[in-house]
Antibody, heavy 121, light 110 residues
Framework: QVQLVESGGGVVQPGGSLRLSCAAS????????MHWVRQAPGKGLEWVAF????????YYADSVKGRFTISRDNSKNTLYLQMNSLRAEDTALYYC??????????????WGQGTLVTVSS | QSVLTQPPSASGTPGQRVTISCSGS????????VNWYQQLPGTAPKLLIY???QRPSGVPDRFSGSKSGTSASLAISGLQSEDEADYYC???????????FGGGTKLTVL
């Protein structure tokens, strides 16, 4: 069965950096596009970033563009999110998620359990 | 302010049929497919409907989706207490070059 396990969350000061990882198993990771989606405490879902199956196309939400970088290592079945210049409003539960398809975004069919990022001084 | 507009709340009694609407524009729902997600309290979201009206295996046929123009709807028939959750619609937006969600609808089973 599909498993997505996020790690790397924690407490960081404003302006700081954090790198999230997502270990994937139970499917052919290199054949599917992937996403990061976040959810601030008590709020709705917010899409963060998308990466194509081969890593060649990436898209970002305006709120994180220029600060966050999505990447993947298909040899390690792992998805990453490098987060720089973190702000208080980036505080959220960050979900790693698998797309239905490989190249373009058709939406998520599987979600991890999330890793919590708290930006606070 | 979400790009896709959903009512913040909905309610119904057991056995009843409820619908949740999702309103967008020509750059998202009008030109791409819609997915629906169910999020039970304290858990990760779960795919309920994809490509406007397709149910993943394991999702009861009490759940159905539809799309017309720039709007979509999720219908739940034979409402059960375990359906009490938050529901989100989502679609790709070609103008924003991003995936957009509705603000979510909290469904209460009375």
């Amino acid at each position: 069965q599909v498993q997505l396990v996020e790690s790397g969350g924690g407490v960081v000061q404003p302006g700081g950096s954090l790198r999230l990882s997502c270990a994937a198993s139970g499917f052919t990771f290199s054949s599917y596009a992937m996403h990061w989606v976040r959810q601030a405490p008590g709020k709705g879902l917010e899409w963060v970033a998308f990466i194509r199956y081969d890593g060649n196309n990436k898209y970002y939400a305006d709120s994180v563009k220029g600060r966050f970088t999505i990447s993947r290592d298909n040899s390690k079945n792992t998805l990453y999110l490098q987060m720089n210049s973190l702000r208080a409003e980036d505080t959220a539960l960050y979900y790693c998620a698998k797309d239905l398809y490989s190249s373009s975004c058709h939406g998520v069919d599987y979600w991890g359990q999330g890793t919590l990022v708290t930006v606070s001084s | 302010q979400s790009v896709l507009t959903q009512p913040p709340s909905a309610s119904g009694t057991p056995g009843q049929r409820v619908t949740i609407s999702c309103s967008g524009s020509s750059s998202n729902i009008g030109s791409n497919t819609v997915n629906w997600y169910q999020q039970l309290p304290g858990t990760a979201p779960k795919l309920l409907i994809y490509t406007n009206n397709q149910r993943p295996s394991g999702v009861p046929d009490r759940f159905s989706g539809s799309k017309s123009g720039t709007s979509a709807s999720l219908a739940i028939s034979g409402l059960q207490s375990e359906d009490e959750a938050d529901y989100y619609c989502a679609a790709w937006d070609v103008s924003l070059n991003g995936w957009v969600f509705g603000g979510g609808t909290k469904l209460t089973v009375l």
